[in-house]
């Protein structure tokens, strides 16, 4: 080491070793004057390492010993190397916080406050706390005061003397006072208004809760009642007066600063309600009006300052209704919402630095505490605390948490919130974000003990606490229900069936009685397998209860594990492919077309810990796979039982992987690209159909020709097939079209064609419980007086002279989907014309389209359907869209090659390019046509059958609503974004069909 002149080599490593970060700063301070006397006194400068930040201590140090008056200046000192006790709690506090070290140099003699060492000085309560702002008689003096009294909470808490809870419970009766004082100086300025009312101040949040920061907003809420003679209209206005002055004593800031903010947006309506209420103002609007939230928020009111009578009448009134908030609709579902929405609301960049809000943060325990409270103090006066950890305490002592597990979280609350304390501590600032720089992270972590590397010590303990709080909302929540039904060892916890029972149901569970029997047979035992259950079902039950039907969630899981359970690859599947087990909980209780599926082939739950496994196949591969498997089975029946095991499988994929995207994606709907979610799966499902008419028609073939048919045969894929936009219930509309090999005679290409048409129908109409693929042939030539297939020829012919322009309209979606594919596109060769007239439209055709579809609207409406939700038919829905795009397709298809396609998205964006729609106005159509093909593929996926209308069912309605985005709760917000987004495609389709030229 280098040693500059002038500089003791001896000082300059013993402040090094003591911590100092800058020793070359640290001995020119200790030269100064002001320290002269002390400065070579070797207890002041290991009472200075023993700080967090030692060269804070000492600069701080120095402005207070200067800021003293010369003959008081030399006592300190004198006193700070002979009292122990001072000199840990003065240079303790300035080591820690800058902020007060400011007031102490501002306020000089406020150290005194720290001499005293008495009983009563360790444990303050409100009396001991209004004794020290007793002398407050203005906004400054009680600001003044009020940093004294800080000051030795601080010195406490630095010190050791106090733990964190006792460092926030004595923050909270600080606050208490302040607001006591605050009041009585309001009441001082205002006689007038102090006498025409009485009023009480109710504590929320962590003032209410006796667990204070140190820099924290105090909630509060006002409630008034007119004194002896005076009238509500005189008392309100009065008391809101008062309200307001108090809340600028303690909020404004002055030249010395500010207590903190007085937050009264707790209140009923929040910032837009009034200010003050009556007790009976309260009560109508709690009793009517408030959400789950606010009951939760009112879990921790106390009454802290003004009439307390009226404070004490409150929250009596108001308790009742807190303890039977979860027996609310949706209870659960809304605080799982409302913590959501408070990670949503933390930027990016802050998520993994953000203490209390983020995940793993002290805001998870707090929820998870409190929403355990909430369903069990309905039956337990125990758990009625507003205090966290006491509540946890009380959790564990009446079996609700394990005792472990309870222990576990009380450590990494404290050790979070001591963290919390330490960072407000160093500026008297509000902010839970954990500092960045190397120097903040040192002083931090010196200031919780951690001496060999701070820096170092801290992240990994912060690590650690964080980890196991992430797992706190399964560890207090859903682990427990397995110990309801599971052989705990002596001394465990144990949660009662009843109140497991209660906890079931205020889950969500319809059943609790048949959910406790399924955990009792999925994880009762010694078995290997019981015990990958134990470890699995906390999570799952968790991913069920966030779904619209948990008790078909976990049913459909119970099915499943008894179908799979040993087999060896599955619950290692869920157990380390943690993908795996989410996906399969969102797709067992989605509804009931995909566990269906899943149930007839357990096997499928591999695809679900497939990172390419949700991946939807090329029609080229399926067709691959249908062949081989028809080529290999021993008769038709046995190919077409082959292809649906194939259908089955790849439906089920579809379903999964649409279901994951819909309810499991972090995006709102907002964000999500809906039309793309839509044209996977309608792509998807007319693949696979179009594969499973190859393999019936392969197998229809074989049965009796072998491998060559005497006629050419192709089916033509109509409507939403041809269209590539299947849903899940759709039917197969197709066309058959068959011209004879050479040398083979008309009659018997004919009479093989109408055989294989014959075959394929009947073998893909034989009985089964998977989802039906019917074949729909009305679009042919005469509808259903018609023949079922015809030639090449005759199509021609037929469309020559008899065609009407709704067949013209229907060719508009014909595709080949199967059989000869030179056949299919010589069919496609002579329909092009019809479809695309090169003269386009006269006016007399435009006009019967028009007719046809009105005729539609009035005719094919189901009777008592509402014409504003029903999806196909309804206004603005799939028919008001495709009639449009179709008309702009006839009329201007032959000359836009854009617009020749069978696909409705796709051609109304070429119409849009081209100029023939606006924008806006396409968009407007666009937005419709999605929302109503998926309210079509969620009713499917809920209700396992289609239907073209949501749901009556309110169980159903609400998992439609799920798949669609919305919460649960929100099914009106769901009919009404419905109603408001087809209002305006309809607008759109009068416009541009109706009026259209």
Not at 19 to 24: K, Q, R, V, W
Not at 496 to 503: L, N, P, V, Y
Not at 880 to 909: I, N
């Amino acid at each position: 080491m280098t040693t500059v002149p002038g500089r003791s080599s001896s000082t300059f490593t013993r402040l090094l070793r003591h911590g100092f970060t800058d020793p070359s700063a640290a001995e020119r301070l200790l030269e100064l004057g002001a320290l002269s006397s002390v400065r070579s006194d070797p207890v002041l400068l290991e009472a200075l390492g023993a700080t967090a930040d030692p060269d804070l201590a000492l600069r701080s140090l120095v402005r207070v010993v200067e800021a003293e008056e010369a003959d008081e200046r030399q006592r300190l000192l004198d006193t700070l190397v002979t009292a122990k006790p001072l000199r840990d709690r003065l240079l303790g506090v300035l080591g820690a916080s800058e902020a007060l070290g400011d007031h102490l140099a501002r306020h000089p003699r406020d150290w005194r406050a720290l001499v005293t060492y008495e009983a009563t000085d360790l444990h303050p309560g409100v009396a001991e706390f209004e004794r020290g702002l007793a002398d407050a008689v203005d906004p400054d003096t009680l600001r003044i005061s009020y940093r004294r009294c800080l000051l030795a909470i601080a010195a406490r808490d630095v010190c050791g003397t106090i733990d964190v809870a006792e460092t926030a419970a004595e923050l909270a009766d600080l606050a208490t006072a302040t607001l006591r004082a605050a009041l009585a100086i309001a009441r001082t300025a205002t006689p007038a208004d102090a006498a025409l009312c009485r009023v009480a101040v109710i504590a929320m949040g962590k003032c209410g809760g006796h667990e204070l920061n140190y820099v924290s907003d105090v909630d509060v809420i006002f409630v008034a009642e007119p004194a002896d003679g005076v009238e509500e209209s005189m008392a309100v206005p009065a008391a809101t007066r008062l309200a307001a002055h108090m809340m600028r004593i303690c909020s404004d800031t002055t030249g010395e600063g500010t207590i903190w903010p007085v937050d009264a947006n707790l209140r009923p309506e929040g910032r837009n309600g009034p200010l003050v209420r009556t007790l009976s103002s309260h009560l109508a609007y709690y009793q009517r009006w408030a959400k789950t939230w606010e009951f939760q928020a009112l879990l921790k009111a106390r009454p802290v300052a003004g009439d307390p009578e009226l404070g004490a009448e409150y929250v009596e009134a108001v308790s009742p209704l807190v303890w039977q908030a979860a027996e609310r609709d949706n209870f659960v579902a809304d605080v799982q919402k409302m913590r959501r929405r408070v990670v949503e609301t933390i930027p990016v960049d802050r998520v993994d630095r953000e203490l209390k809000l983020g995940p793993g943060g002290l805001r998870d325990v707090e929820f998870a505490v409190q929403l355990l409270q909430l369903v069990h103090g309905r039956s337990d006066a125990s758990l009625h605390s507003g205090s966290t950890l006491e509540a946890l305490r009380a959790l564990a002592e009446g079996g609700y948490v394990g005792r472990v597990d309870a222990a576990h979280f009380d450590e990494a609350y404290r050790f979070l919130r001591a963290m919390e304390h330490r960072i407000q501590l160093y500026r008297l600032r509000r902010t839970h974000l954990v500092p960045e720089g190397e120097a903040d992270l040192r002083r931090l972590g010196r200031s919780l003990g951690m001496r060999t590397d701070p820096v170092a010590e801290l992240n990994k303990a912060w690590k650690r606490h964080a980890s196991v709080v992430r797992r706190l909302h399964e560890k207090l929540f859903y682990r427990p229900l397995l110990d309801a039904v599971a052989q705990l060892a002596p001394g465990e916890s144990r949660l009662s069936a009843k109140a497991a029972g209660i906890r079931l149901e205020a889950l969500g569970y319809a059943d609790p009685a048949a959910a406790l029997r399924h955990l009792e047979a999925l994880s009762s035992g010694v078995s290997r397998k019981a015990a990958i259950q134990r470890t699995l079902l906390p999570v799952l039950l968790g991913w069920f209860a966030d779904s619209a039907d948990p008790d078909a969630g976990l049913l459909g899981f119970r099915k499943v594990s008894d179908a799979l359970g040993k087999t060896p690859w599955y619950l290692r599947l869920l157990r380390d492919e943690g993908a795996a087990a989410e996906n399969l909980a969102r797709v067992l209780s989605a509804g009931r077309l995909a566990p269906d599926l899943l149930l007839r082939a357990p096997e499928a739950v591999a695809i679900l810990g497939d990172p390419e496994g949700l991946k939807p196949r090329t029609r080229e591969h399926l067709e691959q796979e249908v062949l081989a498997a028809v080529g290999r089975a021993d008769g038709a029946e046995s190919a077409v039982a082959a292809v649906r095991g194939i259908r089955r499988r790849e439906l089920f994929r579809t379903t999964a992987a649409d279901i994951i995207r819909s309810y499991g994606t972090e995006e709102s709907p907002a964000e999500q690209d809906l039309g793309a979610l839509v044209d996977r799966v309608g792509s998807a499902v007319s693949d696979l159909n179009a594969a499973t008419l190859s393999g019936a028609l392969r197998a229809a073939v074989r049965e009796r020709w072998g491998d060559t048919l005497p006629t050419r045969f192709a089916v033509i894929g109509m409507g939403r097939f041809g269209g590539h936009e299947l849903g899940y219930g759709s039917d197969a509309d197709v066309l058959f079209v068959h011209e004879p090999r050479e040398g083979v005679s008309d009659q018997e290409a004919s009479r093989a064609a109408n055989t294989v048409v014959s075959e394929m129908r009947r073998l893909l109409q034989l009985p089964t419980a998977d989802p039906p693929l019917l074949i729909d042939a009305d679009l042919r030539p005469e509808g259903k007086s018609g023949p079922m297939v015809r030639t090449l020829k005759s199509y021609g012919a037929y469309y020559r002279r008899w065609a009407l322009i709704w067949e013209s309209q229907a060719l508009l979606r014909a595709e080949p989907v199967a059989g000869d594919e030179e056949l299919g596109r010589e069919f496609i060769d002579l329909i092009d014309p019809l479809r695309y007239p090169m003269e386009g439209l006269g006016d007399d055709a435009v006009r019967e389209i028009r007719r046809l579809k009105a005729r539609m609207e009035s005719e094919r409406m189901p009777r008592g359907a509402d014409p504003t939700l029903h999806a196909k038919l309804g206004r603005g829905g799939l028919s008001d869209v495709e009639w449009t795009v179709q008309l702009m397709q006839l009329q201007h298809g032959w000359v836009e090659p854009g617009l020749r396609t069978t696909r409705t998205r796709e051609a109304l964006a070429a119409a849009c390019a081209a100029g023939l729609i606006p924008a806006e106005e396409a968009q407007t159509l666009d937005e419709a046509w999605v929302l109503a093909t998926r309210v079509r593929n969620a009713v499917m996926l809920v209700r396992g059958r289609p239907g073209d209308t949501f749901p009556s069912n309110p169980r159903e309605l609400t998992a439609v609503g799920r798949y669609l985005g919305y919460e649960p709760g929100h099914v009106g917000d769901m009919l009404d974004d419905y109603r408001r987004i087809t209002r305006r495609a309809r607008a759109v389709m009068e416009e541009r069909f109706y009026g259209a030229v």
